[in-house]
């Protein structure tokens, strides 16, 4: 989906690049941009689970590492 915009005889430069920006706005390519930016693909529920069994693992070792005057 490519925007394409052509010069006219004796039009100048900026108009051109003005006329290319509200091509873009108005095709929603931006917008779309924007919305896909931040997007994070879900995990997989196998993935989480074990992310969260290693991250219980890690707060009891911390817990008893305080406890035994380590940290």
């Not at 095709?27 to 290693?54: D, F, M, N, P, Q």
């Amino acid at each position: 989906m490519a925007i394409e915009v052509r010069k006219k005889d004796g039009e100048s430069g900026n108009s051109v690049l003005y006329s290319f920006t509200r091509k873009v706005k108005r095709s929603g390519i931006l917008k779309e941009v924007r919305k896909r930016k931040y997007h994070t693909r879900t995990t997989s529920r196998i993935k989480r689970r074990s992310s969260a069994i290693h991250r219980e693992q890690k707060k009891a070792d911390i817990e008893r590492q305080k406890k035994l005057g380590l940290i």
